[in-house]
């Protein structure tokens, strides 16, 4: 029954792409119930955040050339409080939001607001009311939802949403993680890799057929911009490793024969220099 008064009474826009949506009631109501309304039916009483939402909201209403007029969900408790979006509890008027003269507060007893859709100069604008009054109530629903984005933050923008997606996922909804470079198996060896996939935080193992011997790091893992912690490693066989060490060994043995005997020419040649003053020049030597 309750669903079925809905249906009659309610009212959906005529936008159906992604983003939030914007619904109102046939039915007049004072601002609380309008509240419960929207809030029981849809998401909560309509917020507009910027000059555009708000235009694009009066267009998508129908046109009233007298009282009553809409309910938006603004308000405020008290004569000196701030208007505030109780949607989201954002703060934003605009500079042409009100209507001329307005808000005046009319005995003091005005603390909510409706937005003209008649005619003229104001359309689109604001005047605050009495509550108490019987208006139609404007409300949104909201499309985000925790499965709107995969891997990101969901944020709503007339007729669309956007994810903001995590560090390693891309995609319109986050959904896919980043790939790095498909990795070839190396030479006399293979390869296996976490999940069977290639992409951000996958991590791959190497390892060599019988008889053959990793040369590198045996596992690289796929970073957030899809690129290998590490180049990929090889196998070599115990012949190839033990030549590789042999070479490393006799480069390095020549390298330390080399620099031995520098070491000694040098000391030799200084030697030599020494006796020769000592030769050619005794008397220093006798003073000294
Ligand atoms: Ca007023």
């Not at 009474?9 to 419960?36: D, F, I, P, V």
């Not at 009553?68 to 934003?92: A, D, L, M, Q, V």
């Not at 003209?116 to 604008?125: D, L, P």
């Amino acid at each position: 029954m309750k669903w079925t008064l809905i249906f009659l009474l309610g009212s959906c826009l005529a936008e159906t792409a992604l983003g939030w949506t914007y619904h109102y009631s046939n039915k007049t109501m004072n601002w609380t119930q309008a509240r419960q309304w929207c809030q029981t039916t849809y998401t909560d009483m309509v917020v507009i955040q910027n000059q555009k939402e708000n235009d694009y909201l009066v267009s998508q209403l129908p046109n009233r050339t007298r009282s009553p007029y809409f309910w938006i969900g603004i308000t405020k408790n008290h004569k000196n409080e701030t208007w505030t979006w109780i949607g989201n509890n954002s703060t934003w008027i605009g500079e042409q939001s009100w209507a001329a003269n307005e808000p005046n507060n009319n005995h003091s007893t005005e603390f909510c607001v409706e937005i003209y859709v008649n005619g003229g100069e104001n359309r689109g604008k604001w005047n605050d009311e009495k509550c108490g009054n019987q208006k139609y109530p404007v409300c949104y629903q909201a499309q985000c939802n925790a499965t709107s984005c995969s891997r990101g933050t969901c944020q709503e923008t007339i007729k669309n949403i956007t994810c903001l997606c995590e560090p390693g996922f891309e995609g319109d909804r986050c959904q896919t993680a980043v790939e790095c470079p498909p990795l070839s198996e190396p030479d006399n060896g293979y390869h296996s890799c976490s999940g069977g996939s290639q992409t951000f935080n996958s991590t791959c193992q190497f390892n060599c057929n019988s008889g053959f011997r990793l040369i590198g790091s045996p596992g690289v893992t796929c970073g957030v911009t899809g690129v290998w912690s590490g180049p990929r490693p090889a196998c070599a066989s115990y012949k190839q490793a033990l030549l590789a060490v042999a070479g490393c060994g006799a480069v390095s043995a020549l390298c330390c024969i080399c620099f031995c005997w520098m070491k000694h020419r040098k000391r030799k040649k200084l030697s030599q220099v020494r006796q020769l003053e000592e030769a050619t020049n005794p008397a220093s030597e006798s003073q000294g």
